[in-house]
């Protein structure tokens, strides 16, 4: 039994994880306990810039996507349950898109854009010696780096989910309506009356817990290279899949305490 499984096979990961959990709750715990640094104006100018490169010029890659798959699900369920009843196709795409894949969706486009430059950019700048510069200057590099990006990409996160949804919807209803006999009006009025504050609160909820995770992870990966160039890609590497792996759990966990 000893040769099939090793221990510190077993260990590692689990120490691994550990020690992520912690250097991202201390982490977070500074970003909340220093939000009032955001009334600075250099840090503020950090926080304008972060949200609109996560959010506003993420806007043509997340209309793509996000009329994409309203248009592939809402196909799908057209051809399930007919177009005779859009309250089923509207009920549908409110468990699949509101509850599910908005946010997780969204998080990903995030994820593939701003997690991948957050660590990219902290990275190159601790190996070019910037931060320690920073620190020399007096300022704490937290302060100036991390919390007005941790701020701009979640509120970024929460826009874009809500926006993504809408746009999801709407295009696939439209595109229901243009090729089949589907009425888009009923499906919207159904969208309305089927639609509830929990779906809408777990929804922004989920934004704004995979927002955080984004940003402070992007964040601690970035800050955790040492000197050399070849750090920099393990530091986006290493953000990403971390990204990927912990929002899907957190959404495994959400889900199941909201709706199971």
């Known amino acids: 039994m000893a040769a099939?499984?090793?221990?510190?096979?077993?260990?590692?990961?689990?120490?691994?994880?550990?020690?992520?959990?912690?250097d991202f709750f201390d982490m977070l715990?500074?970003?909340?306990?220093?939000?009032?640094?955001?009334?600075?104006?250099p840090v503020r100018s950090v926080f304008q810039r972060q949200i609109y490169f996560s959010g506003v010029q993420a806007i043509g890659a997340v209309s793509m996507i996000a009329i994409i798959a309203g248009v592939v699900i809402t196909t799908q369920i057209t051809s399930l349950v007919g177009t005779a009843n859009p309250g089923v196709t509207a009920r549908i795409l409110l468990w699949t898109l509101v509850?599910?894949?908005?946010?997780?969706?969204?998080?990903?486009?995030?994820?593939?854009?701003?997690?991948a430059a957050t660590a990219s950019e902290l990275a190159t700048m601790g190996v070019r010696g910037e931060i320690d510069n920073v620190r020399r200057l007096?300022?704490?590099?937290?302060?100036?780096?991390?919390?007005?990006?941790?701020?701009?990409?979640?509120?970024?996160?929460?826009?874009i989910t809500f926006y993504f949804q809408t746009i999801a919807i709407v295009g696939g209803f439209g595109f229901a309506a243009f090729v089949r006999d589907f009425s888009f009006v009923r499906g919207l009025a159904s969208i309305v009356d089927l639609l509830s504050l929990t779906d809408v609160l777990?929804?922004?909820?989920?934004?704004?817990?995979?927002?955080?995770?984004?940003?402070?992870?992007?964040?601690?990966?970035?800050?955790?290279?040492?000197?050399?160039?070849?750090?920099?890609?393990?530091?986006?590497?290493?953000?990403?899949?971390?990204?990927?792996?912990?929002?899907?759990?957190?959404?495994?966990?959400?889900?199941?305490?909201?709706?199971?």
């Open 202 to 260: 777990v929804s922004l909820l989920k934004a704004f817990v995979f927002g955080l995770v984004i940003s402070v992870t992007s964040c601690l990966y970035g800050l955790r290279v040492g000197r050399s160039f070849t750090d920099i890609p393990r530091a986006v590497t290493r953000a990403v899949l971390q990204n990927v792996m912990t929002l899907f759990l957190i959404d495994v966990v959400i889900t199941y305490i909201f709706f199971v």
């Open 138 to 159: 007096g300022i704490d590099p937290l302060d100036y780096l991390v919390v007005p990006r941790v701020a701009g990409i979640t509120i970024a996160v929460v826009a």
């Open 4 to 22: 099939i499984i090793n221990p510190d096979s077993l260990g590692r990961p689990v120490v691994s994880a550990l020690l992520y959990w912690r």
């Open 99 to 115: 509850r599910e894949l908005g946010p997780l969706l969204s998080a990903i486009v995030v994820i593939a854009r701003s997690s």
């Open 29 to 41: 715990h500074h970003v909340l306990r220093r939000l009032w640094v955001l009334r600075l104006p």
